[in-house]
């Protein structure tokens, strides 16, 4: 931090000059932390816009949906299913590792905690639903969309423990900043 001159202070006492300086040193810490959370999260790629019609005419339609479609849908929710399994891995077997002072341990779990976060809001968006909800409906259409539908109903349910596994991991961050 710039400090600032003594005319700047103005008629601030000496104490109101440390307890101002020391809120606002924690903060920048806080926001720096924040900014190298978001810099290591991990981002779901978006499926292609060229299917962005055939998504549109899914719901309420009664014939299948483009078989490449689902192809490509498949290929990215399998991405998306791998990489969220190794983000929380990776985060079990560092808190594994870890073993350091009540500090380290509150810093580890702020970190995950917004790691955890960034992957849930993820989870919530139109882009992950609506992968989800075709791939869901690809499952349980009668007809033939080109691969097995038993292979892409794994997937969803696959997704959908991965879904419980961040939401616990979640949970159990913040419960864990809250009483540390």
């Known amino acids: 931090m710039e400090h600032l001159e003594i ?10 000059k440390k307890e101002f300086t020391s809120f606002f040193d924690k903060f920048a810490n806080e926001l ?16 292609d816009d060229q299917w962005e019609s055939d998504v549109k005419n899914i719901h309420g339609s009664n014939k299948a949906p483009n078989p490449d479609m689902i192809t490509d849908f498949e290929k ?7 990489r969220i399994q190794d983000a929380l891995e990776g985060a079990d077997a ?4 870890e073993k350091g002072d009540p500090r ?20 919530r968006s139109k882009n992950c639903r609506t992968v989800y909800d075709v791939l869901t ?44």
């Open 32 to 47: 720096k932390e924040a900014l190298r959370s978001l810099q290591s999260n991990i981002t779901l790629k978006a499926y």
């Open 76 to 82: 990215i929710f399998n991405e998306w299913s791998d």
């Open 104 to 123: 380290q341990e509150l810093d580890y779990w702020k970190q995950r905690m917004r790691k955890l976060t960034g992957i849930s809001e993820q989870l």
């Open 7 to 16: 005319a700047d202070w103005g008629v601030c006492e000496e104490e109101q």
């Open 137 to 180: 409906q690809a499952s349980q259409t009668p007809s033939d969309v080109g691969k097995p539908r038993d292979k892409i109903y794994l997937a969803t349910s696959k997704w959908r423990s991965i879904e419980l596994r961040v939401t616990e991991a979640l949970n159990e961050a913040k419960d864990n900043v809250k009483y540390l």
């Open 94 to 97: 560092e808190q594994k590792n």
